[in-house]
């Protein structure tokens, strides 16, 4: 089945304490994005990558990091959490080429950081 | 300021009644207007994509329209099931970059029986 996985589906830590949230697809898509969700705020674009060592910045990037060593894994990573950053998280990849393609996304990772 | 606006942000409605969500948009150049359905606790699912030269695309009971000329589409659900009940949110891509997308903070529609 075609799908993206994120792991974990629910995280709750501390101030400063480094996590990473893990993403995965197994559509062979070259497009993976991360984005947060708030209320009120809609989806907002944290990183995305447009293949293998590719990755760039999207609207909310500070205070996260990503890396794309390979094509169907794109972790999300939070080296020093922050109060902040509790919110919503989407993992979503596509076909390059985002024209006419839609975006799967997987279900979700709450994190809530105290 | 959102270059997405929804509305409303939230909507109840009856079992087996029609009702429309609208989207207007500032974003230019325009790529394509898309509709995605939200479950709660789940991720959005794509429901319909439109470009410049398309007005009208159906899937099943929902039905999304753009008049590219007004920067403004709506989506009309007919007939509502309880399934329904989601988030409904309007990306709009810009014709510039393929990352550009712009989203629209969705609208929670609520069908009672």
């Known amino acids: 089945e075609a799908q993206v996985t994120q792991n974990p589906r629910y995280l709750i830590t501390v101030t400063g304490k480094k996590l990473t949230v893990t993403c995965s697809q197994n559509m062979n898509h070259e497009y993976m994005s991360w984005y947060r969700q708030d209320p009120g705020l809609g989806l907002r674009q944290i990183y995305y990558?447009?293949?293998?060592?590719?990755?760039d910045k999207g609207d909310v990037p500070e205070g996260y990091k990503v890396s794309r060593k390979e094509k169907r894994n794109f972790p999300l990573i939070l080296e020093s959490p922050s109060p902040n950053q509790t919110s919503l998280y989407f993992c979503?990849?596509?076909?390059?080429?985002?024209?006419?393609?839609?975006?799967?996304f997987g279900d979700g990772t709450r994190l809530s950081i105290l | 300021k959102n270059q997405v606006e929804q509305s409303p942000q939230s909507l109840i409605i009856l079992e087996g009644k029609n009702c429309t969500l609208q989207c207007n948009y500032t974003v230019s150049p325009f790529s394509n207007l898309r509709w995605y359905k939200q479950d709660t606790g789940r991720g959005p699912v794509s429901l319909t994509i439109?470009?410049?030269?398309?007005n009208t695309k159906s899937n099943g009971r929902y039905t999304a329209t753009l008049d590219a000329d007004t920067k403004q589409s709506s989506l009309h659900i007919t007939a509502s099931q309880l399934s329904d009940s989601a988030s409904y949110i309007c990306v709009v891509s810009a014709g510039n970059n393929n990352n550009d997308m712009r989203f629209g903070a969705g609208t929670r529609l609520t069908v009672k029986p």
């Open positions: 990558s447009m293949n293998v060592e590719v990755t």
């Open positions: 439109m470009t410049f030269s398309e």
């Open positions: 979503a990849s596509s076909l390059l080429g985002l024209g006419n393609q839609p975006q799967h």
